[in-house]
């Protein structure tokens, strides 16, 4: 049985950077895409970011692109989320996700197969 633990949330001021890690445990995810979603208080989960299983291809959530950047380390068994000029509308608790369907990780309510328990991420103004 596959895990996901998220790392590496806490407090940041506005226009600051956090990389959030996520590492998988108990099987490999080396074939599954993986991506990065997020609640905040009182709203859905909203889609962030995924990356294809070989880490050749990206996209992203339109509130966060061209200042997140998702990765993956097949060897750590880990995807990674460079978060830069942070913004107070970025607290949220920020999960991650393994599935095999890629083109599929931004549908809403979407049943990934492997979901993260999240990380709080706060930032300040």
């Known amino acids: 049985q596959g895990q996901l633990v998220e790392s590496g949330g806490g407090l940041v001021q506005a226009g600051g950077s956090l990389r959030l890690s996520c590492t998988g445990s108990?099987?490999?995810?080396?074939?599954?895409?993986m991506g990065w979603f997020r609640q905040a208080p009182g709203k859905e989960r909203e889609f962030v970011a995924a990356?294809?299983?070989?880490?050749?291809?990206?996209y992203y959530g339109d509130s966060v692109q061209g200042r997140f950047t998702i990765s993956r380390d097949k060897v750590d068994n880990s995807v990674y989320l460079q978060m830069d000029s942070l913004k107070p509308e970025d607290t949220a608790v920020y999960y991650c996700?393994?599935?095999?369907?890629?083109?599929?990780?931004?549908?809403?309510?979407?049943?990934?197969?492997?979901w993260g328990k999240g990380t709080l991420v706060t930032v300040s103004s």
């Open positions: 108990g099987r490999s995810f080396n074939n599954y895409a």
């Open positions: 990356i294809n299983w070989h880490g050749g291809s990206t």
């Open positions: 996700a393994a599935d095999p369907y890629y083109s599929k990780m931004n549908t809403p309510h979407y049943a990934m197969d492997y």
